[in-house]
């Protein structure tokens, strides 16, 4: 299955989901989401919170059944957790040495 490296929610995968947003770079990433049933898994929030509250509003447009109820945060750059305050009530997973440095932004922390 081809994907375009276009903005927006790609499904990958029966419902594997990929966003995007092109050209990647600084201030850019990207996010996954696993949904099965009413649930969904999230991999990472984006840079800001702007681009992570249009990441969510497209899940919810694109899958308005689904519910995030896990994060997971692979790694502890910005880029990949800034948004998660948006999420104050899911579980969210991350390594202990990333959420360690996680705590330690205290401009972003809310893990």
């Known amino acids: ?5 276009t903005l927006g929610l790609h499904e990958i995968a029966p419902d594997t989901y990929a966003y995007l947003q092109p050209n990647g770079s ?3 990433s990207n996010a996954g989401l696993i949904a099965s049933g009413d649930e969904a898994l ?4 984006l840079f800001t919170v702007p681009q992570t509250r249009e990441l ?10 689904v519910t995030i109820g896990t994060l997971v945060n692979s790694h502890s750059d910005g880029d990949h957790w800034w948004g998660n305050q948006l999420l104050p009530d899911v579980v969210t997973i991350a390594s202990e040495a990333a959420a360690a440095e996680m705590r ?8």
């Open 1 to 5: 299955m081809a994907v375009p490296y």
């Open 26 to 28: 600084w201030g850019l």
């Open 42 to 45: 999230l991999v990472d929030t």
């Open 56 to 65: 969510l509003d497209a899940v919810a447009r694109a899958l308005p059944h």
């Open 104 to 111: 330690g932004d205290h401009l972003h922390a809310v893990v």
